[in-house]
């Protein structure tokens, strides 16, 4: 399991997880774990149910860096690591994410990397439907997930990429004194007015 001096890297160990799936599922193989940030977010309220993670594109509908919507011009909040900039924002919300079961939690994870879209272009999947995030069902979205879950750990990767998921959060802290990852508040859309003068 990943950790330092200061305790379990829960980010870098989510982030090569990420990496392997994606390596291993053809489903996945468009992803591009270096222009997706992954990080945590301190969960608001202590109980099981609620957002376990989020996906945040960081592009709109095409790939593109403006939108118009309701009248009004939006531009995406660029975000960058070092000089590469990122398409994607993957977080996790702590320590409710880590309270679900093992099987729970790698569907949850596959969950929020099928949301990326095929084409990589910083916009979300979007599936046939009104309802273009899980199509008609969200059911049978994560049926599906659990399926590619399935298929991953047949394929036998090394049990390091995933046994943390095996634990509960308070376990992890046990285990290694803290919990510590990247965090990042979440990218907004700024008003074009605002956003050229910021």
């Known amino acids: 399991m990943q950790y ?12 090569r997880l990420c990496e392997d799936v994606c390596e291993r599922l053809d489903v996945f193989q468009h ?7 992954v990080t945590y977010a301190q969960a608001r309220r202590k109980v099981s149910w609620g957002l376990q993670a989020k996906l945040t594109p960081l592009r709109f509908e095409g790939g593109t860096l403006e939108t118009n919507r309701e009248g009004q011009r939006w531009k995406a909040q660029r975000l960058f690591q070092g000089r590469r900039e990122m ?3 993957l977080t996790f919300y702590l320590p409710r994410f880590q309270e679900q ?12 990397l099928y949301h990326i879209s095929p084409e990589f272009n910083g916009d979300i999947r979007r599936l046939p439907g009104r309802c273009y995030v899980h199509s008609m069902s969200e059911k049978e979205y994560d049926l599906l997930m659990a399926k590619y879950v399935r ?17 509960k959060f308070s376990t992890l802290e046990r285990k290694f004194g803290q919990v510590v990852g990247l965090q990042v508040p979440i990218p907004k859309m700024l008003p074009i007015d605002e956003a050229r003068s910021a």
């Open 151 to 167: 298929a991953y750990l047949a394929m036998k990767p090394p049990r390091e990429l995933f046994d943390f998921l095996r634990f």
């Open 31 to 37: 992803i591009n774990m270096d222009e997706i940030v």
């Open 4 to 15: 330092h001096e200061h305790g379990f890297d829960f980010t870098g160990a989510m982030r």
């Open 101 to 112: 079961t093992f099987s729970e939690k790698m569907v949850t994870v596959l969950h929020e």
């Open 87 to 89: 398409l994607y924002m």
